[in-house]
């Protein structure tokens, strides 16, 4: 019988240790969560990578011009783009086509939520057109 309480008390023990750690793991996981976030919201989008420097001109040019000149830049220099520049250039872009062509907008921003994860810096920006674009 004492072995036996002796036993129950160990388990508990372990137990309630094993819970501890798991509250100990999750509140490290938020903690570093929050300091990305942090640190991906300290930036400029011109200084984002993912896009020559050659095209800032052109691109700037195509954004005064109008939403249909951005598509069509955009569509033309899309290849020579990466993340998380390309990301937040089509941000830019569904802001841009919102009032001409809000499906388009849509998709296009469905496509930038598919695949831009939590700990870049255009996760913020996303976070925000979320509502717009839903």
């Given at each position: 019988?004492?072995?036996?309480?002796?036993v129950l008390i160990f388990l508990a023990v372990a137990y309630l240790?094993?819970?501890v750690f798991q509250q100990w793991q999750?509140?490290?996981f938020e903690h570093d969560n929050a300091r990305k976030l942090a640190a991906a919201t300290v930036f400029t989008p011109e200084s984002l990578p993912?896009?020559?420097?050659q095209l800032d001109p052109s691109l700037r040019a195509a954004r005064e011009k109008g939403p249909?000149?951005?598509r069509a830049w955009f569509n033309t220099y899309e290849r020579q783009l990466a993340?998380?520049?390309k990301a937040w250039i089509e941000l830019d872009l569904c802001v841009a086509l919102a009032r001409?062509?809000?499906?388009?907008?849509?998709r296009i921003f469905a496509g930038v939520k598919g695949r831009?994860?939590?700990?870049?810096?255009?996760w913020p920006k996303m976070k925000e057109l979320e509502k717009t674009f839903e």
């Open positions: 019988m004492t072995k036996s309480i002796g240790g094993y819970l999750k509140a490290e993912g896009m020559p420097y249909v000149t951005f993340d998380p520049r001409e062509n809000p499906a388009e907008a849509k831009v994860p939590p700990a870049s810096p255009v």
